[in-house]
């Protein structure tokens, strides 16, 4: 299972974007039993719980339907199976510190059960009868929030959250790109990077949490770093060429800028950089057994940074400092 926990914030939605990867270790069928062959997750809530805590739950399913229950002590059972796609999330709630919805990013079977005590869900593929071969792999991806609530707001956070990052609807943010495309919207900005950077312009929006940022097509061997307006670039985590960042939308539109400060026309060459007061510092580190010559050079999408360019050959495992 791989997970990202990119927004959190002190009394605020905080959410987290998960996958679970199944691979199959040999050949074989599924069953024929129950709704679904592969339980994938389960979230469930007040086990042990105070009274008035978390026994309202919201369910959006995927026909249409919605319901809303209340299991306070003494209520009778209630339990309902239905498939989930993107857009249909469940929630339990209120709870001053933290109450909690899953949105499923992809089409899953499901059964909520509310009790006295429990309110529970499963989450699910439907394979029943599929012939399955060694190595095949299923990818079970969804969404978790977690956010402070009172009765009296009922489960409004979780409706914004889902209208606002944009899960089974379009973001409520205006998106103008600069450098680089956008690929997705769904539940987070998913863009890639050209020449080594992206860059847009964001709204203003009213969001109960920041807005999560991907970036492909950079480099782990590079530094990367972030910018809003013209304030200095911030270093930021970059892995598996995908860098990540988040950024609040609540104040004011943003002029952002996600990539490396300072590139290189050896991808394999290390590079490492620092930035302020009109100055580029770098380092550069030949890993490899053979000699490299190679161009590092300033990125022109970064705003108020030092230029430069210099041409230099590193012998194997040699390194070298400038400064611009």
Request: net charge positive; aromatic share 8%; glycine share 10%.
């Amino acid at each position: 299972m791989r997970q990202v926990t990119p927004a959190a914030r002190f009394e605020r939605a905080g959410i987290s974007f998960n996958e679970i990867i199944v691979t199959a270790k040999r050949d074989f069928v599924f069953g024929l039993k129950g709704d679904y062959s592969l339980a994938a997750f389960a979230i469930s809530d007040f086990g042990s719980r105070p009274e008035g805590i978390g026994d309202h739950l919201t369910l959006r399913l995927a026909d249409g339907r919605t319901f809303n229950r209340v299991g306070p002590r003494g209520a009778n059972p209630w339990w309902i199976r239905g498939d989930m796609d993107v857009g249909c999330y469940v929630a339990a709630y209120p709870n001053p510190l933290g109450a909690g919805a899953i949105y499923p990013l992809a089409s899953l079977r499901s059964r909520t059960t509310l009790t006295e005590k429990l309110f529970g869900t499963t989450f699910g593929l439907t394979m029943a009868g599929t012939k399955a071969s060694k190595g095949d792999t299923w990818r079970i991806p969804f969404v978790a929030a977690a956010a402070p609530t009172t009765l009296e707001e009922g489960n409004q956070v979780f409706e914004d959250i889902r209208r606002t990052l944009g899960i089974g609807c379009p973001p409520a943010y205006r998106i103008e790109t600069h450098h680089g495309a956008v690929k997705d919207t769904t539940a987070r900005l998913l863009a890639a990077a050209s020449d080594s950077a992206f860059a847009a312009t964001l709204s203003r929006t009213k969001m109960p949490t920041d807005l999560f940022v991907q970036v492909t097509g950079l480099n782990d061997a590079w530094t990367c770093a972030r910018q809003v307006g013209r304030a200095a670039p911030v270093p930021m985590t970059v892995s598996r060429g995908v860098g990540y960042t988040t950024v609040d939308l609540n104040r004011e539109d943003i002029d952002l800028v996600v990539g490396h400060p300072v590139t290189c026309s050896d991808r394999e060459v290390r590079v490492v950089a620092w930035w302020g007061r009109g100055t580029l510092r770098i380092f550069a580190h030949n890993p490899g057994k053979t000699p490299v010559t190679c161009t590092l050079q300033a990125n022109p999408v970064f705003r108020a940074l030092a230029s430069g360019q210099e041409r230099v050959t590193l012998p194997p495992g040699g390194s070298r400092s400038m400064r611009w």
